[in-house]
T-cell receptor
Framework: DTEVTQTPKHLVMGMTNKKSLKCEQHMGHRAMYWYKQKAKKPPELMFVYSYEKLSINESVPSRFSPECPNSSLLNLHLHALQPEDSALYLC?????????????FGPGTRLTVT | GNSVTQMEGPVTLSEEAFLTINCTYTATGYPSLFWYVQYPGEGLQLLLKATKADDKGSNKGFEATYRKETTSFHLEKGSVQVSDSAVYFCALIEPDRGSTLGRLYFGRGTQLTVWP
């Protein structure tokens, strides 16, 4: 099974709202990722968790707050977003450790900030 | 540093035509190379991969060969179908020195449209 699931599929939120994106994988992967993708662009890395610890934060604004409750789950908490944060948010997972391991992506959450 | 350069799109073909999407890379070490495909409204799917020089990755009729001498990983398919219409991303991973994770570097993506 190479499936990564994400919920919700679509999300519309106002600039004062607080919402969360969820990601789950059952492949036994110990590295999980959040990407942001704007239209007609490649995904941009936001955060990387390795063994449930935050390993990489690509200078993402604090209005995005990641959380990794366990090895299968990854959340992205959203607060006070701006309209320019509207994008497709992709979760991915891979094996961790030394090596060039392929990443498996979820279907994404289409976020619209009004 | 690491980077991936893809041919500019969009690419428009008739069904059963031959497809080539060029991809070249720059890396400081020995990367693994990937092609991902993104269908409209969906996430990225791993299409194929190659982990060392002269490896050929293949899947669903698509092929790509890791050419170290030309630092290339061109995607080919002998006969495209309407259902192949999507955006194709070339990507590389090279383990960071001193890190346990490989960063994924993407090309800009190439939009393929296949007409019946």
């Amino acid at each position: 099974d190479t499936e990564v699931t994400q919920t919700p599929k679509h999300l519309v939120m106002g600039m004062t709202n607080k919402k969360s994106l969820k990601c789950e994988q059952h492949m036994g992967h110990r590295a999980m990722y959040w990407y942001k993708q704007k239209a007609k662009k490649p995904p941009e890395l936001m955060f990387v968790y390795s063994y449930e610890k935050l390993s990489i934060n690509e200078s993402v604004p604090s209005r995005f707050s990641p959380e990794c409750p366990n090895s299968s789950l990854l959340n992205l908490h959203l607060h006070a977003l701006q309209p320019e944060d509207s994008a497709l948010y992709l979760c991915a997972s891979s094996q961790a450790g030394q090596g060039s391991y392929e990443q498996y992506f979820g279907p994404g959450t289409r976020l619209t900030v009004t | 540093g690491n980077s991936v350069t893809q041919m500019e799109g969009p690419v428009t073909l008739s069904e059963e035509a031959f497809l080539t999407i060029n991809c070249t890379y720059t890396a400081t070490g020995y990367p693994s190379l990937f092609w991902y495909v993104q269908y409209p409204g969906e996430g990225l799917q791993l299409l194929l991969k190659a982990t060392k020089a002269d490896d050929k990755g293949s899947n669903k009729g698509f092929e790509a060969t890791y050419r170290k001498e030309t630092t290339s990983f061109h995607l080919e398919k002998g006969s495209v179908q309407v259902s192949d219409s999507a955006v194709y991303f070339c990507a590389l991973i090279e383990p960071d020195r001193g890190s346990t994770l490989g960063r994924l570097y993407f090309g800009r993506g190439t939009q393929l449209t296949v007409w019946p």
